[in-house]
């Protein structure tokens, strides 16, 4: 297994009145090269389980394994520097940013890895072209539409080619036609041997063939593999 969870929990404001168990007892294996859904209503966990496994958030309780790793008790440190390895993450809101050009952008995760400039350009185009965004590496950030800023993110998460990738809400913000182009970049990179993650409430998404496993929350346990 790739990644895989024992009895994990998530629980904000614990003891307090307003005491969230968002979620509970997830037991979840993903190996190499699959696609996996995470789907459910908004409020029942899916995005909280993915910044857990994206590392970005840690557990409450229980066990998360990511490539042979007990990561769940690592300081932010050593976290940080597993993350900017071995995973990407394409966040809902882009999170880009705005007055650097694109290519700058894309370049962001590698910059604590002190790459030569000729390796820093030679990585961001090759992201730039497998998410079909490098004939805008030199524009602004603020003068691209939804659907290629939605590029330039995913180009950002590629750019230290790692082998997990997280999306959350990947095609949120975009019409049906950006959203089946959004979706054929995924099954390239699951065609390369990517391992993806990927939330999503848009039934279009849910009914895709590229998906090896889909699993339904509900209320911060899963209902349904």
Known sequence: MLLQTENLTKTFNAGKPNEVKALQAINLRVASNECVLLQGASGSGKSTLLAILSCLARPSSG??????????????KFLTKFRQRHLGVIFQQFNLIQGLSVADNIAIPLLPQQFTRKALTAAVEQAAETAQ??????????????????????????????????ADEPTAHLDSNLAKEILTVFENLKAQGKTLLITSHDLWVQQHPIFDKKITLKDGKIEKI
């Open 63 to 76: 066990e998360y394994i990511c490539m042979g790793e007990k990561v769940s008790r690592w300081s932010e």
């Open 133 to 166: 965004i490098r004939h805008r590496l030199a524009f602004k950030i603020d003068t691209l539409s939804g659907g290629e800023m939605q590029r330039v993110a995913i180009a950002r998460a590629l750019v230290a080619n790692p082998p997990l990738l997280f």
